[in-house]
């Protein structure tokens, strides 16, 4: 199950319910590149920004495909009823994200230091914009 993979990398930190990031075990990572979800089904799903394919990564982690795709596996306790977001919500949290990049590409233009926390925030945006536009374009968090 996703303890048993996570346990099994590196510089994992959590992002979200559901979602983490750490490093890459398919190659020589030394800061978080991949990203980890695990979905209401229980499907665990990962992907590598540094271009590492899934069937490398499940090889790297070492434990087959079980842990990655559970059959019959009930999790009630994490199962959402989807309603859609209020398309103003949805702006909102774009335009957000967008300030972040653009508050932090200024200051990196500027030649200014750009401290690790900020750093950080901007990966976080960078992320949640390119998961907005995975979902408004219908495809999965994996889906490149």
Request: glycine residues 6%.
């Amino acid at each position: 199950m996703i303890g048993d993979i996570l346990s099994r990398l590196d510089k994992v930190r959590k992002t979200g319910r559901g979602s983490w990031v750490a490093c890459c075990p398919a190659h020589d990572d030394r800061s978080p590149s991949m990203t980890i979800s695990e979905k209401d089904d229980g499907h665990i799903l990962a992907h590598c920004f540094s271009g590492c394919s899934f069937d490398e990564i499940v090889g790297a982690v070492g434990l087959g495909w079980e842990p990655w795709f559970p059959e019959n596996h009930n999790r009630l306790e994490h199962q959402d009823f989807r309603r859609p977001y209020p398309v103003a919500d949805v702006f909102e949290a774009v335009v957000w994200e967008a300030r972040v990049l653009s508050i932090i590409a200024h200051d990196m233009h500027k030649k200014q230091e750009i401290s690790d926390d900020d750093y950080k925030r901007l990966w976080i945006a960078r992320e949640r914009l390119e998961h907005a536009w995975s979902v408004a374009n219908g495809e999965s968090i994996t889906r490149r």
